[in-house]
């Protein structure tokens, strides 16, 4: 698999088919994330797998009733239109859950101890990639009651829960989504 | 290029050689930090491109001064080792800034915000990856003095720098540090 075409063609998946994932392939989506670089390697991440129908439509509820109240929050009108049903359709959830003690030195400056939580987002980077690499869909998903899901997944108090991936085969043929140029991105050349 | 080779390959690297990266490569690079996911596709990082050897000898004398000040204060006596000299060594270092208002609908959530800074993070495993790729070594620094470095580099008062990306030709020949097993990584199953 080309690592160009992985790169580029990744995209989010918000329709999924039935199709089961294969546990071999769970398995190296994971390995894959733990090769993310880490703040003195201390891979602050965690993952609890989630296929329990149950427990996936319990975070369907709680998350349409976080995206209600946020839509109307934000006014961000096209919310109305975006659907969930990805978290039950999904075959496979991996909730990404990190553990702030496990963060770099920054821990001790004030106003940081983020770096475990970068570590993470990049972990989860490389799940989506190794998914897309394995002919998977991915969808990085935040929009969640963090307290609630935590509750939900019965995740420690003292560890963070970062996202929640959905999984499995996609059936989304929309394309990716624009990028902006180069050239808007890089503000600033100190040659 | 493989994209598994790239993954599982990929190291940190704190020793570059003098051998500037060709403006094609800095481009590539950049161009694959874009196509990691965002909330709402906002796209939130900027990046300043630094090659001055003037800036690169400030930011590590600032970072000098923290990582002295840290070790102190950790304990961690392994800081003592610990040298900076990529950061003077390292022919580029690219500055990724995210902007706190790129971020997705859980800027109305109590608490939340921080998907601006999960996106930049995954741009930056994108960058690290395309490095590796392009046979390139990288090092995602992040013991600096967030408010001096800030300065330094004139960044706006409301965007915030999440990481300096230390990118040129590999000196380093020290083997990656090792990966805890995926059985200790997944804490749940729920099926």
Redesign the interface.
Known sequence: ????????N???CHRFLDDAVEEDKI?TI????????S???M?P????????KE?KKKIFDSSLR??TE??R??G?SW?DRYQLHFLIQAPLIVAV?GDPLKT??????E??G??Y??????A???M???AH?LGLGSL?F??F??PEVSKI??IEENKNL??LVCLGYSDDHTPR?K??S?QE???????
């Open positions: 698999m080309d690592f160009w075409e992985v790169v580029r990744r995209r989010s398995n994971l390995e894959c994330a733990g090769f993310a670089p703040p003195a390697n891979q991440w965690e993952f609890i797998i989630i296929k329990n427990i976080v995206k946020m839509a929050a934000s961000w919310l859950v770099g030195i920054e821990r001790w400056q106003g940081r983020e770096g939580q970068h570590a993470c987002a990049a989860i980077e490389n989506l990639l190794a690499a990085w935040t929009i009651d963090k997944l019965a970062i996202a989504p990028r902006e180069l991105k890089i503000i600033k050349i100190l040659d």
